[in-house]
T-cell receptor
Framework: GNSVTQMEGPVTLSEEAFLTINCTYTATGYPSLFWYVQYPGEGLQLLLKATKADDKGSNKGFEATYRKETTSFHLEKGSVQVSDSAVYFCALKASGGYQKVTFGTGTKLQVIP | SQTIHQWPATLVQPVGSPLSLECTVEGTSNPNLYWYRQAAGRGLQLLFYSVGIGQISSEVPQNLSASRPQDRQFILSSKKLLLSDSGFYLC????????????????FGDGTRLSIL
């Protein structure tokens, strides 16, 4: 079956530090890949997505590149802010017909001033 | 534009009481609908999904049930709540059957925080 593996958290960074949250996946075919962000007490918001190999999704300074050769979709940001503190979920949706989304377990990011 | 509404935002219920959480979607037709539960500090667990009116699939055996009485309405229910039903419940939708929207992401509501006493 499909699976998503994220790096364990929590991740604590100082403001303006570089962020990487690792995500690898297992799926047949060519899934679409997503990053969601969840701020405290809220639902999940789509942060970015990529639907085919070598696509780069980007939003709000975050980026992730769909790497089929390494089955990875790592999230990066060059300079984090305190307001980026949240839980980040990597997810995939397999191709073809109706497919459920498979989520990773989430990585909590805390940015300190 | 499409929107999703969940209510109530928070709920405190005694053990053994009934439950009804409601979710509605606006601005799209024939969406797939989902109920997730998120335990404190944990990931998402898919509870139910529905691809159409009256069509409910259950992912895990549990004390809860779901219904879809209308195209854009999804209800999560229980006849008698257990302590283990506490958590953060999220409703979501997607519409992969719409033209030009294959492999679109799921969109989430703001969630309901359920505490069982």
């Amino acid at each position: 079956g499909n699976s998503v593996t994220q790096m364990e958290g929590p991740v604590t960074l100082s403001e303006e530090a570089f962020l990487t949250i690792n995500c690898t996946y297992t799926a047949t075919g060519y899934p679409s890949l997503f990053w969601y962000v969840q701020y405290p007490g809220e639902g999940l918001q789509l942060l970015l997505k990529a639907t085919k190999a070598d696509d780069k999704g980007s939003n709000k300074g975050f980026e992730a590149t769909y790497r089929k050769e390494t089955t990875s979709f790592h999230l990066e940001k060059g300079s984090v802010q305190v307001s980026d503190s949240a839980v980040y979920f990597c997810a995939l949706k397999a191709s073809g017909g109706y497919q459920k989304v498979t989520f990773g377990t989430g990585t909590k990011l805390q940015v300190i001033p | 534009s499409q929107t999703i509404h969940q209510w109530p935002a928070t709920l405190v219920q005694p053990v053994g009481s009934p439950l009804s959480l409601e979710c509605t979607v606006e601005g799209t037709s024939n969406p797939n609908l989902y109920w997730y539960r998120q335990a404190a500090g944990r990931g998402l667990q898919l509870l139910f999904y529905s691809v159409g009116i009256g069509q409910i699939s259950s992912e895990v055996p549990q004390n809860l049930s779901a219904s879809r009485p209308q195209d854009r309405q999804f209800i999560l229910s229980s006849k008698k709540l257990l302590l283990s039903d506490s958590g953060f419940y999220l409703c979501a939708w997607d519409n992969p059957r719409a033209v030009g929207t294959s492999n679109q992401p799921q969109h989430f509501g703001d969630g309901t925080r359920l505490s069982i006493l």
